[in-house]
């Protein structure tokens, strides 16, 4: 056994993740998890803007130049030799994906699609594709396709195949001209080994997807387009499990980034489902919320049970065994952001500026001596539609309670409130099903930079959030799965459950619920739930309707 673990102390790993702004990577100590060396990359190009208000795209290049960059930058910081880094993983956002040519190649690289929209890289919460969704929930529902009962009754325009039936109908010549639609980790995947893989856990949770049925059946997919009907023909590419290994770096790739060819390279992940093993989740009933520009809840079960409006549910898809939940909300960090950017009076920044402090934390401060209650408002937390468990892209947010007195922290505080509001009532969801977790876990960019928004999420939830000692949860699980991929022989690990409890970082600051803020908050979930049903299920359509 000591001779084992010597082994893996001089044993690494790379994670990296791709956020909606940014990638970073983390060079890890298979042995202990310790973090050695990080590297941040912000895409230059960012989201195009110069579209209908529901699009998001990006460039692919600032994709690639970020795995290139991250990846060599940790190699060099670490101080590691190449020999000793025995894998990479490779998550990102979902779905986000594009369509490729033969020779795996991205359309929007060829002359007469430069400027196709659908040709781009499709980030998720590109929302073009709501009237499919629409559609695809409709003709499930008349025809009772089982898939539903796996994605909570509601198909959601942020996945992959209301995003390709957009491009069916409305770029009909893109449609024929791919040959295979790839989500980007997996494309990333192929730059690095050679191989075009796909990873099915990208499939059950955006494709409809399952192990017992496959994808949904040719007939139905004709219904909703005749083109869609030689959809399996463009999904190519040799199916994985997560935590296998998809191929090993090529001779190029090595040299580019400074390490071994052969290394192993992970199946490509979804970047909040990656998380989980980050924080030392390895057995059931353990939920996790990644708060960043949105948020994902994963939560790990041995039963199948019918959620309502969940952005699906896939066995072998995080854990071995368990079926893994997914839900969320669309606007987290990017509902925060978007106030300050918008709405903060300038002596506010001015102040910030004065203290070398950054806006959000002022605000934060303000808003920390607020009692809940006291600001008289409500929000729902629409800005960016419904993820969990509406699924509707078309809601939009609102406040309630305005005045002449109402100041800047209070309406921050009322709009932080309301993600914890969303997310209680997608746990609420949880329970109805049946499905409860006995431990709850946070992770993710805002975790360590908000702790008062934390308290705040403990004392809306009634429960202890236990939070991640690492700020890169995602590409720290990322990690993990690439020491499964590189295997025991190796210096890596037999299983995920094995990974997760070796190098697992759930050890940041835990916190308690306030029991008096707790009953307010009570009270005033009550309110958000009113207004939560009435625009967001048929009591008043005034929001498509202003949309």
């Known amino acids: 056994m000591g001779d084992i673990c010597k082994m893996k102390e001089n044993k690494y790993v790379i994670g990296l993740d791709y956020g909606t702004l940014s990638a970073r990577a983390v060079m890890v100590c298979v042995a202990s998890g310790e973090v050695i060396a990080e590297s941040v990359y912000d895409y230059p190009h960012g989201i195009l803007h110069t579209l209908p208000a529901e699009y998001a795209l990006q460039e692919i290049d600032d994709y690639v130049e970020a795995m290139y960059h991250t990846i060599h930058e940790v190699v060099e910081r670490s101080g590691c030799q190449a020999r000793e880094v025995i894998g990479i993983g490779i998550d990102a956002t979902s779905s986000t994906f594009m369509p490729m040519a033969g020779d ?26 709501q009237e499919e969704a629409d559609r695809i929930t409709v003709l499930a529902n008349e025809r009772k396709e089982k898939f539903l009962t796996r994605c909570g009754g509601r198909v959601n325009a942020e996945w992959m195949l209301p995003k390709l039936m957009e491009i069916a109908g409305k770029a009909p010549e893109v449609y024929e001209q791919t040959d295979n639609f790839m989500e980007v980790s997996d494309y990333l995947v192929y730059l690095l080994t050679g191989e075009v893989t796909r990873c099915m856990c990208h499939a059950g949770y955006k494709l409809l997807w399952n192990e017992e049925d496959g994808y949904p059946s040719e007939d139905f997919l004709w219904a909703l387009h005749p083109s869609l009907v030689s959809l399996k023909d463009k999904l190519k590419g040799r199916e ?35 998380a989980v093993p980050s924080v030392g989740i390895d057995g059931p009933d353990q939920a996790l919320m990644i708060l960043g520009t949105s948020c994902c809840m994963l939560l790990c079960s041995d039963k199948l049970s019918y959620v309502r409006g969940i952005s699906g549910c896939v066995r072998d898809a995080v854990l071995p065994g368990l079926y893994a939940y997914e839900a969320g909300q669309s606007a987290v960090g990017d509902l925060f952001e978007w106030f300050v950017l ?15 402090i950054s806006v959000h934390t002022l605000l934060s401060e303000k808003a920390s001596r607020l009692a809940p209650g006291d600001s008289g408002l409500i929000a729902l937390d629409w800005w960016n539609g419904n993820r969990s468990c509406l699924a509707d892209a078309n809601l939009s947010g609102m406040i309630l309670g305005m005045t002449l007195r109402t100041k800047p922290e209070e309406i921050y505080r ?65 990690a993990v799965y690439a020491a499964v991929a590189a295997g025991t022989p190796a210096g890596g690990y037999s299983s995920v459950n094995e990974a997760a409890r070796n190098m697992g970082k759930s050890g940041g600051r835990k916190y308690e619920p306030i029991s008096r803020n707790t009953e307010v908050y009570h009270r005033l979930y009550g309110e958000y739930k009113t207004l939560h049903d009435y625009f967001g299920t048929g009591g008043n359509e005034v929001m498509h309707r202003l949309r």
């Open 104 to 129: 795996v190649e991205p359309l929007c690289k060829r002359k007469e699609f430069l400027t196709n929209p659908h040709a781009m890289l499709k980030l998720w919460k590109h929302h073009g594709a």
């Open 240 to 274: 994985v499990r997560v935590g296998e290994c998809a191929g090993n770096l090529t001779q190029e790739a090595a040299e580019r980034l400074g390490l071994q060819a052969g290394t192993a390279v992970a199946a490509s992940l979804i970047d909040a489902h990656v």
């Open 342 to 356: 918008n709405c903060v009076p300038g002596s506010y920044e001015k102040e910030a500026a004065k203290r070398g």
């Open 414 to 478: 009322a709009l932080l409130e309301s993600t914890a509001f969303g997310m209680r009532a997608i746990f609420e969801e949880f329970d109805r099903g049946g499905i409860r977790a006995d431990k709850l876990y946070a992770c993710g960019g805002i975790v360590g930079k908000n702790p008062f928004m934390m308290q705040l999420y403990a004392d809306i939830l009634g429960q202890t959030i236990y939070t991640s000692s690492t700020d890169q949860g995602s590409a720290f699980g990322a």
